[in-house]
């Protein structure tokens, strides 16, 4: 097939922000450094960074970035060459303030995420209008979106565009999707809005790129990805993995691959101890529906009772836990352990 008969899309580069989960948020400048240089030489389109939780983030509860957020972006801001790769943070309101976006604009950034839970789009008004102000491309983002349907989330996004998104879109949090149910809400969302439609996929269930696929035929336009998958869990889309079959699809990125594949192993090499594996408890996590990030804390806390993680990440599931809720992971083990 033509590429020139199907529509441009962009690839949206979390490497140095969703893969911070990963390892705890502990890059440093060098590596930013290198892998915003490898990802803009291969023509990447977006290269978002930050603490994995995004601006503001840092914090006890969450984790402590190694870096502050100003640290982070004034690094990527000159290592991409003017006129290269955008650069692009992320926000949930909550964690992250009108401050933070401010601060953000005056470091260079592009591209700002504004992001909240699935049913939860007014919470983004107050800081899609402050990014519009600040000459941002103001985007939204639905966190957990498996938890509601295809609708709901439609209505969500037409919503969003209201408040000044230029783009939504879907995030799914927990890596819970089959194709078809991706299909089914990228369908939705591309009916009810007329701005570019974002998805963001993860790896629990081994269908992160074929989500993406799925997402990219029902009409989405802006795709997530991270180097070999980096990521809290079993990891994000595969950045080098999804461009490919892409390009053999016919759909052009403006990507450059053998680039990018010199980028994922930079990424390989200094990045990370190993890619993301689907192991048991990142399979347990994204059958339950539970947010990826969990898993460290889930499988400490669990070890520690004597309590079966497969057993929490099932009650967690349950009881809708979402980012920001990490507390309620010892409420968890507790209940299970005093019940066994």
């Known amino acids: ?200 996929g993860h790896n629990n269930l081994s269908l992160a790129v074929a989500n993406s696929i799925a997402a990219v035929e029902a009409g989405a336009r802006v795709i997530d990805a991270c180097a070999r998958g980096f990521g809290a869990g079993a990891g994000n889309t595969s950045l080098e993995v999804l461009v490919a079959v892409l390009h053999r699809s016919g759909h052009g990125t403006g990507i450059d691959l053998p680039g990018l594949l010199r980028a994922a192993d930079l990424a390989h090499a200094r990045l990370m101890d190993r890619p993301p594996v689907i192991d048991s408890a990142s399979l347990a996590s994204g059958l339950a529906g539970v947010f990826s990030g969990f898993k460290p804390r889930v499988l400490a806390a669990a070890g520690a009772a004597g309590v079966d993680p497969m057993e929490v990440f099932a009650e967690l599931g349950r009881r809708q836990a979402v980012a920001g809720q990490e507390d309620l992971i010892d409420e968890v083990v507790r209940s299970l352990k005093a019940a066994s």
Do not use: K
Not at 13 to 28: F, I, K, S, Y
Not at 45 to 72: C, F, K, W
Not at 91 to 96: F, K, L, R, S, T
């Open 1 to 200: 097939m033509d590429s020139s008969s199907l529509s441009q899309l962009t690839v949206h580069d979390a490497t140095l922000r969703d893969g911070q989960h990963a390892v705890q948020h502990q890059l440093d400048v060098p590596q930013l450094r290198a892998y915003a240089v490898a990802a803009s030489a291969a023509g990447v389109p977006v290269v978002e960074v930050g603490h994995g939780n995004g601006l503001g983030a840092s914090s006890r509860q969450i984790g402590y970035a190694r870096l502050d957020d100003v640290t982070m972006l004034e690094t990527v801001r000159e290592a991409l060459p003017a006129g290269g790769s955008r650069m692009g943070v992320f926000m949930v309101p909550g964690w992250g303030t009108g401050a933070d976006l401010r601060q953000a604009a005056s470091c260079g950034a592009d591209v700002v995420r504004i992001a909240a839970h699935c049913t939860e789009a007014s919470v983004m008004r107050r800081h899609l209008g402050i990014a519009r102000e600040l000459g941002l491309q103001a985007q939204a983002v639905l966190l957990m979106s498996h938890m509601t349907g295809a609708e709901r989330l439609a209505e969500e996004c037409r919503r969003a565009v209201e408040y000044g998104a230029q783009a939504v879109g879907i995030m799914d949090s927990a890596g819970h999707y089959l194709p078809a149910e991706v299909t089914e809400r990228i369908n939705a969302i591309v009916a009810a809005v007329d701005v570019p439609v974002i998805f963001h």
